[in-house]
Structure formats: C-alpha cells, structure tokens
C-alpha cells in the first residue's frame, strides 16, 4: 500500500472529493464546506464524512474506532492503495465535543428528507392541531421530545427548563437506564416531570449547552467522563440548546441513549435540519400562550391559565411535600365605580389594581384575573405561613397606597381611593386539593369583608403565625 495522505482538513476533503468518492449530493456539501473555510466547521466535516465513507462502505477501517467521534481515524481505499489519516478532533475534555449545528457540517446520510418531512409534518399536526394545544407549552415539548425520539433512534428524550411556564425537567421514554437505578421507569409512553432538583450531573450539562450557539453538546461515551459528572455508567447524549425568544428563558432537548457513540453523523445531519424546526415550534407555542393565557383587559394571566397552573402547584407539592399559598384578592365596592363613574372608569381601575398587585409580587409568583373584580394568585417557592401574610400585606397596601385616576361620564376625571381585601390559604395546611384550598380563600376573604375591608386574612392559630 502507498504512503499514508497527510494533509490538512481542507486538503484531506479535497482529495476526497477529487478521488470520486462522493455522490454528488454530498460532493455539492463538500464543496460548500470547502468554500467556508472554518477551522472548526472543516474539522468536524472532514471527521462527519469520512466517517460516513467508511459506514457506506466506500472506505475501510484501518486504524482507530470508527464508533467514536472524535478519536484519531485512519480509512484505507485497498483498491488504489491509499490511507486516509484524521487526527483527533479536539474536545473541551474527553467524551465531550461541540459539534456545529450547521447543516453544512456533516451529510444527512442514511435517510430520505422526504420521509423526514412527512414524518415531522405528521407528528407535529398532531401536537399543534388547535390553537388551545399549539398554545400548552407542555404539550409542544413534548411533541418535540417524541420526535427527538423517532428520527434520533434514542428510547429516551429529556427536555430542561429555566425561566419558562414548565416543570423544570420532563422525560419522555423509560429512564432508569439513563438516570439512575434511583428512579423508577414510567410507562413506556407516559410523560414524567423530573425532580424539582434535577439529578446534578444533567443538571450541569444541560446549563454548560444552553448558552451554546450554533452548536449542540455531544457527550459520546458517559464512561469518559469524570465521575462526578458522570450522567449514568454508559452511554451518550446530544444536549441541544433551543434558546426561546423570551428574556430570561432557556430550553435544552437531549436525546439520551445507554449505548456510547450512538449519534454518530448520521443522526447529528438529522438533528441539524430539526433544530430550526424545534425553534418555531417553540417560539409559536410562547406567542400563542401569551395571547391564549392572558386576560385581554388587564394583561395578567387569565381563569384557565391559573387553574392549569393550581392543577401543576398541587401535583408538584404533593411529589416533593412542599407548601405553597393560594390568596383572592377582591376589589372593595367595585360596583359602585361602575354604577356611579361608568364602565370606563371601572376598566381603568382593573388595569391599575392588576398592575400594583404584580408589581408587589415576585417573579415565582402567579397573578390571574379570575373574574370581574376578583383576582388569584398563587405563592409559591415552598413559603412559610409568616411570609405569605407578609406578601398579601405587601399587596394589599399597594392596592391601597395613591388613589387612582379615573374618567367620569361627564368627560372629566376623578380620584378613586381603591382599596382590596384578601383571604388566604396554605397547603397542605388548609386542604390538599384544589376545591378545599380555593372554599378555605374564599371564606377567609368573606371574613375580611365582613371585618372592615381593606385586610387580609388566614387561619393563622394551625399554622403558628400572627393572629
């Protein structure tokens, strides 16, 4: 056999291209690749291809493991007496790359784009198929972690949050085998929200991908990995940031499987032509929740999103045995602003009372008009009795601290001195269900009405708190 081709990645693909060993879909890639001229972009091509030559069986192996994506390779063309040589392709640490999203980095081998399409056109119109449904964030999710599974050959599809109206993890698929003999497996199909805490390791290596951009974290064999940040004893992982276009809000999809070097470059063209996909998805969901979910008059959220959230609040509390507080917050004598200033002035009122009661929350807290003058909002971030009495306080008496500026029939204005009384509840003190939770609010605000107006009111002598 003829001396070994060394050269440069450019120089290597090339030659490739030169030698015919390209179909010319893949040779119109390659020379779109070449006409990049990225270092990083060139590296992670020339291993994708060569790779995909020797799994097509245009190449043989000679040296080095085929599997792996990222170990030094050398593919032998017997017929003319060449060798190809890669070099190892650099990583922040071993097992771990960050590989390009681009889609021009590495050929969609093995699969029909037709069939990829129709089978995306098909999962998705099954997941967006209202409006109520492409507008549950969940649901999406999901939607979109069910194709990571079907078009990534995986079993398994995780999906991480921060800053979003989601759980902060959700599993799709068995996950023993990826996440631990410490918990149990669901269903095959079922959906499974992810401790409040995720498990450490995934818990890092989703927040190392999601300021990634343009590119995707592929964890190619756990065993290479330190143990302490070991995901589980073997296998690998594709962790793809989605970066959603609301501030603050990251989302991170990973497809998880027990093999090592199960994404080779085959499933990583795969999942390059989807990430755009995952994005709209996503960004369409967030726009149509926060049409679908708001209240079109005062801008906070509205009756059916806060009772989808109460619904989420109650299971998380039960799984963890956390608490969490529900308030009512009704607008005393609002009829009378109606029926002597007009409904103008009543709007202007519910515009204003919303606004001080949201900005005297915080950002973990759910504030919902949940009907005419009457609004709920849910406490979360497992608080004490003593501290959600001091939040209903810190609302009541923004409520309460200027008058507000309202129109008159006559075309003028005038000063209401607009004023909220509020009862509260706490689980699981007051009750585990929704229905106990929300009779305990409604009699406790029922008392603070009766009281004077103006308060605010718990059954404080069970909990411990101030009378």
Not at 336 to 345: E, K, M
């Amino acid at each position: 056999m003829e001396q070994p081709v060394r050269t440069t990645y450019s120089g290597l693909l090339a030659k490739l291209l030169e030698g015919g060993y390209f179909e010319p879909s893949e040779g119109d890639r390659v020379r779109l690749l070449l006409e990049r001229d990225d270092a990083a972009l060139l590296a992670q091509g020339a291993h994708d291809f060569v790779r995909h030559l020797l799994r097509s069986g245009r190449l043989e192996p000679h040296e080095g493991d085929p599997r792996d994506p990222a170990a030094p390779l050398a593919a032998a063309d017997t017929l003319r007496g060449r060798i190809f040589r890669l070099p190892a392709l650099d990583g922040p640490e071993p097992g771990v790359l960050e590989p390009s999203l681009d889609p021009l980095s590495g050929p969609p081998a093995g699969f029909a784009p037709e069939a990829l399409w129709t089978l995306v056109r098909a999962m998705s119109g099954r997941g967006l198929a209202s409006v109520a449904e492409a507008a549950d964030l969940r649901g999406v999710l999901l939607t979109a972690l069910d194709l990571v599974r079907e078009l990534l050959e995986c079993p398994t599809a995780l999906g991480f949050s921060e800053g979003l109206p989601l759980p902060p993890g959700i599993a799709r698929g068995p996950r023993a085998s990826v996440l631990g003999d410490s918990l149990e497996p669901p269903a095959p199909e079922s959906a499974e929200a992810l401790p409040t805490i995720l498990p450490a390791p995934w818990s890092h290596w989703a927040r190392r991908a999601a300021p990634l951009q343009g590119a995707c974290l592929h964890l190619s064999d756990f065993s290479r990995i330190e143990a302490s940040r070991r995901p589980a004893p073997s296998g690998s992982a594709l962790l793809v940031p989605l970066q959603p276009s609301c501030p603050n809000g990251r989302l991170v999809l990973a497809a998880v499987s027990s093999q090592p070097f199960r994404f080779h470059e085959g499933r990583l063209a795969r999942l390059r032509l989807l990430v755009p996909h995952f994005r709209r998805m996503l960004d369409h969901s967030l726009g149509l929740q926060e049409v679908v979910a708001r209240d079109f008059l005062t801008g906070v959220y509205n009756r059916a999103h806060f009772e989808d959230q109460l619904t989420r609040a109650l299971a998380d509390a039960l799984r963890h045995n956390q608490r969490f507080a529900l308030l009512i917050a009704d607008i005393d004598d609002f009829r009378q602003v109606n029926s002597r200033y007009g409904y103008d002035a009543g709007d202007t009122a519910l515009r204003t009372v919303a606004e001080r009661l949201s900005g005297a929350l915080r950002s973990t807290d759910i504030l919902a008009r949940y009907g005419g003058e009457e609004f709920a909002i849910l406490l979360g971030s497992d608080l004490a009795a003593a501290e959600a009495n001091l939040i209903g306080e810190r609302l009541r008496g923004a409520v309460a601290e200027a008058p507000i500026g309202i129109p008159t029939l006559g075309g003028g204005s005038a000063s209401l001195a607009a004023t909220v009384s509020i009862g509260g509840a706490l689980f699981p003190l007051h009750g585990r269900d929704r229905d106990a939770l929300w009779q305990e609010a409604n009699r406790m605000l029922l008392e603070a009405k009766a009281a004077g107006k103006n308060r605010v009111r718990f059954r404080w002598e069970e909990a411990g708190g101030p009378p």
